[in-house]
């Protein structure tokens, strides 16, 4: 069977969809492949000293978004402060335009440029709340 596969949380799509209906990510610039063959899911995890954020590809972090429990008391950290995706087993991050900024190994990123992720790098969401990727 043809599809196209969400780059952002893996979800087929017919070859004629222009939009993910999971996820709403754009899916005109996505080759056509064999989609018989499941996909297998990759999580990645974000760690806090004794604390861990496990991510799926499309997710959202910040106070009022994936790991609002761990995070709805820094302040410092947007609502919705990075998103998160995975290509062809790469991890990569973008910042939402966050107030604070997103920082990796120390270095703010661009808002809204993809970043790629390595694991132990150190991902800052504004300068007080680090965490440690773990792939």
């Known amino acids: 069977m043809k599809c196209k596969r969400c780059p952002a949380c893996g979800e087929?799509?017919?070859?004629?969809?222009?939009?993910?209906?999971?996820?709403?990510?754009?899916?005109?610039?996505?080759?056509?492949?064999?989609c018989d063959e499941k996909k297998e899911v990759q999580t990645l995890q974000l760690?806090?000293?004794d604390k861990t954020i496990v991510l799926n590809a499309g997710d959202v972090?910040?106070?009022?978004?994936?790991?609002e429990d761990l995070l709805s008391d820094k302040l410092t950290v947007s609502r919705e402060?990075?998103?998160?995706?995975?290509?062809?087993?790469?991890?990569?991050?973008?910042?939402?335009?966050s107030t604070n900024g997103t920082y990796l190994n120390g270095e703010k990123i661009e808002s809204g440029k993809e970043i790629l992720l390595h694991h132990e790098d150190e991902l800052?969401?504004?300068?007080k709340v680090t965490f440690r990727?773990?792939?």
């Open 81 to 97: 402060h990075a998103r998160f995706h995975e290509k062809d087993g790469q991890w990569f991050v973008i910042d939402l335009d």
């Open 124 to 127: 800052g969401f504004s300068r």
């Open 12 to 34: 087929k799509s017919t070859p004629e969809e222009m939009i993910c209906r999971k996820c709403l990510t754009a899916l005109d610039n996505v080759d056509i492949t064999e």
């Open 133 to 135: 990727v773990l792939l």
């Open 61 to 67: 972090i910040g106070r009022e978004a994936k790991g």
């Open 47 to 49: 760690s806090l000293g």
